[in-house]
């Protein structure tokens, strides 16, 4: 049988990737699909350059702005000047981990339970995290590791 186009295509995604140095170290967290992390690094370029992973969630757009003039003081929301796909990819990432990843989704239960947060900026924390951790393992190039991810639990009285 033939090889279709999108077989054709996800194996030279695979094959690009396998060049990256740390590609296969950021493929080591559960949920992040060869196809979204070609994404991220299209759109983001080589991680190791930013200096820490605000600086990656500030060329996708994803920090935080707020319009004041005077004493008037406006909403703090998101500047979104910066790389839409670079959003989309971190924010569809960032689902997946949610949905199928244990710590992340115990990272997002504890956010909307226990800090009373709305779901949607839970979600923007942890694309926040998940940038931090990119950045991380990528100029540190070091493997992905759970532990360090697991909320604190509150400590007994």
């Not at 299209?42 to 994803?62: I, K, M, P, V």
């Amino acid at each position: 049988m033939g090889v279709t186009q999108l077989e054709r295509v996800e194996q030279q995604v695979t094959e690009v990737l396998n060049k990256i140095p740390f590609a296969r170290k950021l493929l080591t967290i559960k949920g992040i699909s060869e196809i979204s992390l070609a994404g991220i690094l299209g759109e983001a370029g080589d991680l190791s350059r930013f200096s820490q992973g605000n600086s990656l969630l500030r060329h996708a757009g994803l920090h935080l702005a707020e319009a004041s003039s005077g004493k008037w003081k406006g909403q703090i929301v998101i500047s979104k000047r910066g790389r839409f796909r670079l959003r989309r990819f971190l924010y569809l990432a960032t689902m997946s981990l949610v949905m199928n990843y244990p710590e992340f989704q115990a990272l997002h239960s504890q956010n909307v339970k226990v800090k009373k947060m709305k779901k949607m900026k839970s979600i923007m924390k942890l694309i926040g995290k998940l940038a931090r951790i990119f950045v991380g393992i990528s100029r540190r190039n070091e493997s992905y590791c759970p532990v360090k991810l697991k909320p604190l639990l509150p400590m007994a009285a």
